[in-house]
């Protein structure tokens, strides 16, 4: 028999690692309304399938006292286990531990964490709730993060890569959540900044507290630098669950069939769009009647809302949806809407999610402020990730398609594989009143106050011009379909494309 100082001294190791800071830290956390990075890995994993690897890692850096403050562990908890009965890696960091601040043997763990993911080919999850880098341990704190960032970008559309910002996320510890597909946030305790207020205070005079600064309703709607916001650790976490549902495992898997309640509601589509082009109606309310039932799930909903993006399934299987929303700026595309569609598409195509593109779009939107911030480089940015993708897109023409709005929205030269259109599909290099005004410019101005004639040539031009007919004469359209079909011809498509062969090459997803 062994003597038992061996077992009495691996259990006191475990016990050391599970206590993490003490209690008195944990209830910190706690009164903060902020769960322990152990409690989070059991809401995110199903029931005990969490292994963790590195318990009993520590820092070996001396200086400043630190040999006497090491714990097990380091401050950050790594591992893997299931999530919806499939292998997923994450880390999940301790703020009970150093403040979760970042050194050598901290990022030693996440760097091992993210080789095992992408040898195995399996998504990650990241919980972030840390101080930042730690201090006493210097450049190789900073250091630490570089091999992160090379990793977070060696697995960039190769495995899923998740970020949740459960706590501070500050200076370069940002990097590593921007650089992932998504990112959680949760509000209130959650924050990310480079600068955090008191710097920003200094240095450029302005009073700002950390929430305006840098938290969830600002990243979400603003910066653009959060997907989606919830407000307690629990609801996050199980978003984070509910997402990974929609994606595979890699890009060279296909993501998961999951058999849900048939939801044709199309019928009903003739009423929620009204073929008065300048009505307003909610794409999302469009989206739900062709996809199964409640399984939209929107990405980015807060940021750029005349663009819509999310997962749905059509017949179980997932789709990425991208489309114009009329009930804001009329569906135009603006600097921040090119830059969400451009990288939601480039995401879908890196992981073999088809595309189904909803159109009703006027124009690229006008102005010197649009002009002045780079809208001809964003919007471009939307045209090159329609026309790298070699997923299959389809696209449904549901209204207005005007001009080079039209082009980006994966029309068929661009290299959309089907485009359906509704018959009120109007389809032309601008409106008609637009149109009239320059070809007819000459007969308006000569007939003075009689506004009649204007009027008779803007007839005259939508009959002859502004319908789906010429387009589809073209080949540009390959079907006028009805409305209460498209469910129906989306599903069809889908499914005789699910054989189309893509491209060799295949491309990270970088931020946008």
């Given at each position: ?153 060696a697995a960039s559309g190769i495995i899923p890569q998740i970020a949740v910002i459960m706590g501070p ?29 008191q710097v920003v205070r200094a240095v450029t005079g302005q009073r700002i507290d950390q929430q305006e600064l840098g938290g969830a ?296």
């Amino acid at each position: 028999m062994w003597d038992k100082a061996y077992i009495e001294k691996l259990e006191g190791c475990r016990a050391r690692a599970l206590a993490g800071g003490g209690q008195e830290r944990i209830d910190a956390q706690h009164r903060k309304n902020k769960l322990t990075a152990r409690e989070r890995l059991e809401i995110l994993f199903d029931p005990q399938s969490f292994t963790e690897v590195g318990a009993l890692v520590e820092s070996r850096i001396d200086d400043f006292g630190a040999d006497k403050k090491r714990v097990p562990g380091d401050g950050v908890v790594t591992g893997y286990g299931k999530i919806n009965g499939r292998l997923v890696f994450a880390s999940s960091e301790d703020f009970t531990v150093f403040g979760g601040t970042l050194g050598e043997a901290h990022s030693m763990k996440i760097c091992r964490m993210l080789d095992m993911a992408l040898e195995m080919r399996a998504p990650v999850v990241m919980l972030n709730d840390s101080g930042g880098a730690r201090i006493e341990e210097g450049i190789c704190a900073l250091a630490g993060y570089a091999g992160i960032f090379r990793r977070n970008t060696a697995a960039s559309g190769i495995i899923p890569q998740i970020a949740v910002i459960m706590g501070p996320c500050a200076g370069g510890a940002c990097y590593s959540p921007a650089i992932c597909d998504f990112v959680f946030m949760v509000r209130q305790t959650g924050m990310m900044f480079i600068t955090g207020p008191q710097v920003v205070r200094a240095v450029t005079g302005q009073r700002i507290d950390q929430q305006e600064l840098g938290g969830a309703d600002m990243h979400t709607r603003r910066s653009g630098a959060v997907h989606f916001a919830y407000d307690d650790d629990r609801s996050c976490l199980l978003a984070v669950r509910k997402l990974l549902a929609y994606l595979p495992q890699n890009s060279g898997e296909s993501a998961p069939v999951m058999e849900g309640e048939p939801n044709d509601l199309c019928r009903g589509l003739q009423q929620m769009v009204s073929d008065n082009q300048r009505k307003c109606y909610d794409v999302k309310a469009v989206i739900g009647a062709m996809v199964d039932k409640h399984s939209f799930f929107e990405v980015h909903k807060e940021f750029a809302p005349n663009a819509v993006t999310g997962f749905a399934r059509l017949n179980g299987d997932t789709v990425g949806f991208a489309a114009n929303q009329p009930n804001c700026l009329g569906g135009s595309l603006d600097v921040n809407a090119s830059d969400k569609l451009a990288r939601f598409v480039r995401f879908c195509d890196a992981f073999h999610i088809p595309i189904v593109t909803l159109v009703d779009v006027p124009r690229d939107m006008p102005g010197s402020e649009q002009e002045q911030g780079g809208i001809i480089r964003h919007g471009a940015k939307v045209l090159y990730a329609y026309a790298e993708a070699s997923v299959p897109k389809v696209t449904v023409i549901l209204r207005k398609a005007y001009g080079g709005a039209y082009i980006a929205m994966n029309s068929k030269e661009l290299g959309a594989d089907i485009v359906y259109a509704w018959p009120i599909a109007e389809i032309a290099v601008m409106g008609a009143e637009g149109a009239v005004d320059i070809i007819f410019r000459k007969q308006i101005a000569a007939a003075g106050d009689d506004s009649e004639v204007r009027d008779q040539h803007i007839q005259a031009y939508k009959e002859k011009f502004m319908n789906p007919y010429i387009a589809a004469a073209r080949g540009f359209v390959d079907e006028v379909i009805r409305p209460e079909e498209t469910r129906e011809k989306l599903a069809a498509a889908l499914e005789m494309l699910k054989g189309k062969r893509r491209a060799a090459c295949t491309h990270g997803n970088i931020p946008l």
